[in-house]
């Protein structure tokens, strides 16, 4: 075995373990509902935009922290919650890993958009959802004047990472799994 097989190997051992951890100890319902509540209200208020956006969504995923850590090889874990027309269809979580120069932690937020239908349900109806793999998703950078260019939107799922200083950029989300949790 190589040593980038090795590396694969690990990593992906890496995103099972942050994906097992996660669904073992997650979050309660209301919690993630709170947190997701809590997200959407500084996504709205923070980024120019966001309420034309979300006006145009037929759902969105939202992920109120999604935290990362490594040295060289890094794994990152969030939960959060499935909004449709402004209620909760379902719980999922998100987990990658990843090797290269990486070292330290972080936090961020994470809004999936769905603005097509047929995306949406694709999503719903999958087992697993890695994105790059199952779907593509736009990430979405902050515009001239501080705000989204809502005329630009015309992927049928977009993404916009966040943290407490704003939009962030050159985020890929590639290798994200997304699985359903409280499966009740």
Known sequence: MTNAAILRSFAALVAV???VAGSASAASKEKIDSRVDKALAEFRSDIGGANEVLARAHGVLVFPSVKKAGIGIGGEYGEGALRIGGR?????STAAASIGFQLGAQARRQIIVFLDEGALQKFRSSQ???IGVDASVAV???GAGGAIDTTQLNQPIVAFIFDN????????LEGSKIS???ND
């Open 165 to 172: 200083k704003g939009l962030m950029y050159n985020l890929s």
């Open 88 to 92: 909760t269809a379902a719980y999922y």
């Open 140 to 142: 979405v950078t902050i």
């Open 128 to 130: 697993g959802w890695e």
């Open 17 to 19: 373990f942050f994906a």
């Open 180 to 182: 359903r949790i409280h």
